[in-house]
């Protein structure tokens, strides 16, 4: 499975962005779908997360501010991000959690960093 993320920029304070997170190859399901970030000199945390039953997941730091969608028809997984601030700032990462056809094992698949910076 590969992942494509894309949407990150520049944006001030209060603003608003939304990332993409495409993705393709083959799978038997898909367990989970995720976003982290990972801020310079801190450890990747995770900001959003929905399982396979379509339960969400926001830690305190982001919600009501943060909300995971998917489209399953275009393989497409979002995270729209309002009321940024700049302690938002980080490289946001897409991770699937799959079971692999081949050996019908579960994998992490992660997509690369795309950059949101907030500024002030």
């Known amino acids: 499975v590969q992942l494509q993320a894309s949407g990150g920029g520049l944006v001030q304070a209060g603003g608003s962005l939304r990332l993409s997170c495409a993705y393709s190859?083959?799978?038997?399901?898909?367990?989970?779908m995720e976003w982290y970030r990972q801020a310079l000199g801190k450890q990747r945390e995770l900001v959003a997360g929905?399982?396979?039953?379509?339960?969400?997941n926001y830690p305190g730091s982001v919600k009501g501010r943060f909300t995971l969608s998917r489209d399953n028809a275009m393989n497409t997984v979002y995270l729209q991000m309002v009321s940024l601030k700049p302690e938002d700032t980080a490289a946001y990462y897409c991770?699937?959690?799959?079971?692999?056809?081949?050996?019908?094992?579960?994998?992490?698949?992660w997509g690369q960093g795309t950059l949101v910076t907030v500024s002030s």
């Open positions: 991770k699937i959690v799959a079971r692999r056809s081949e050996d019908m094992r579960i994998y992490d698949y």
């Open positions: 190859g083959r799978y038997y399901s898909i367990n989970a």
């Open positions: 929905i399982t396979s039953g379509g339960t969400t």
